[in-house]
């Protein structure tokens, strides 16, 4: 597609379900990234991809968050056992080898855990 | 936390220069100053960015003082698609790990 997709859009989940967030960069984008956006509140880094290595997952807020990437392309954030915390918008941006300082986010999926 | 310090809120009227105001007095050398806008329900937009000599694309200017402790952004004819949050963050090129603070929302006004 002509940018980053992330699906769904909209979830809302009762707390203690797992859900998944799905992200398909930009064809060829070799990073991507994982933010998340609280309520009137600036974007928290969570996770960063090159490839499909992880080097660089200091932004996850607990062990109940996890994120893989597969075949360097679509990615999947997957949080566990929900809390109302969690509740947030959830980024994904992704950029090239050759232009690394322009990241091209996605429209997010916004997240209610009730 | 984030490195830069910017206005909460700003209005402009339509058809006049917006200049957008950020400190960075802890920039370090190899720093460099970036802007992303977010327009209302939308992911970030990058903008522009800069490391010391000022900087000018179809979108905006961007001026860098001397020092390097502050810039402005200027979006040299505002429209009311211009009001979103704009985002001023400093850090190493190419890296990932944008440390985003509150932003400035700008709002052009009719």
């Known amino acids: 597609g002509a940018g980053v997709s992330q699906s769904p859009s909209n979830k809302v989940t009762e707390k203690g379900k797992d859900v998944e967030l799905r992200c398909d960069p930009i064809?060829?984008?070799?990073?991507l990234y994982w933010y998340r956006q609280s309520l009137g509140q600036g974007l928290e880094f969570l996770i960063y991809?090159?490839?499909?290595?992880?080097?660089?997952k200091s932004g996850l807020p607990s062990d109940r968050f996890s994120a893989e990437r597969t075949g360097g392309s679509v990615s999947t954030l997957t949080i566990q056992r929900t809390q109302q915390e969690d509740s947030a918008v959830y980024l994904c941006?992704?950029?090239?080898?050759?232009?690394?300082?322009?990241?091209?986010f996605g429209q997010g999926t916004r997240l209610t855990v009730v | 936390d984030a490195k830069t310090t910017q206005p909460t809120s700003m209005d402009c009227a339509e058809g006049r220069a917006a200049n957008l105001p950020c400190n960075h007095s802890?920039?370090?050398?190899?720093?460099?100053v970036y802007w992303y806008r977010q327009i209302h329900s939308q992911g970030p937009q990058y903008i522009i960015h800069g490391l010391k000599n000022n900087e000018t694309n179809e979108m905006a200017s961007l001026i860098i003082t001397e020092d390097r402790k502050s810039s402005t952004l200027i979006l040299p004819h505002a429209t009311l698609r211009d009001t979103a949050v704009y985002y001023c963050?400093?850090?190493?090129?190419?890296?990932?790990?944008?440390?985003f603070g509150t932003g400035t929302r700008l709002k052009v006004l009719a």
């Open positions: 064809s060829g984008h070799t990073a």
């Open positions: 991809f090159q490839g499909n290595s992880a080097p660089d």
């Open positions: 802890t920039i370090s050398g190899n720093e460099y």
């Open positions: 963050i400093v850090s190493d090129s190419g890296t990932y790990k944008y440390i």
């Open positions: 941006a992704s950029s090239s080898y050759i232009r690394t300082d322009e990241a091209f």
